[in-house]
């Protein structure tokens, strides 16, 4: 019994991660130049969430991008490797390429995980709500920027 109780919640777990961020009033953020330099949430992310968010699929870090994560098999090649990425942008370049990408180029193919507004074909669950939280987004962006190599 105590087996299935726990695969259970591993299931729930996984479910919900797939699912996007609980609705939540995206907190305003100011653009300079190409990048937002505050953090969305007032505070610095966590590395090691970061990382587990960047590697777990259902971020879709890992579907477009490669990068230091020797535990998984397949990463993407449409994108920048992130090794380096600390080397390569700021703080601030990285949360605006997470939060909206197009921001930068309107032509990405980077989805927008924090944006609500003026997007298109976005599935019905997804309506309103960012992909990733404020904490989310900063969590990955304290990742990010180690990643010196």
């Not at 299935?4 to 907190?27: D, I, Q, V």
């Not at 090691?48 to 535990?71: D, K, M, N, Q």
């Not at 600390?86 to 949360?95: C, D, F, H, I």
């Amino acid at each position: 019994m105590a087996s299935l109780t726990r695969t259970m919640l591993l299931a729930a777990g996984l479910f919900a991660a797939c699912w996007p961020a609980n609705a939540e009033e995206l907190r305003p953020y100011t653009v300079a130049g190409d990048a937002i330099p505050a953090s969305l949430t007032g505070t610095k992310g966590d590395v090691a969430r970061g990382r587990a968010l960047i590697v777990e699929r259902s971020s879709t870090c890992i579907l477009c991008h490669s990068g230091p994560f020797p535990e998984q098999a397949f990463q993407g090649d449409l994108a920048p490797n992130l090794a380096g990425s600390g080397s390569r942008w700021s703080e601030g370049q990285l949360r605006l390429r997470l939060v909206d990408a197009s921001h930068l180029n309107a032509a990405t193919i980077m989805p927008s995980y924090y944006r609500v507004d003026g997007l298109a074909r976005v599935g019905t669950s997804w309506r309103g709500k960012p992909i990733l939280s404020a904490e989310q987004i900063e969590d990955i962006v304290a990742y990010l920027v180690t990643l010196r190599n």
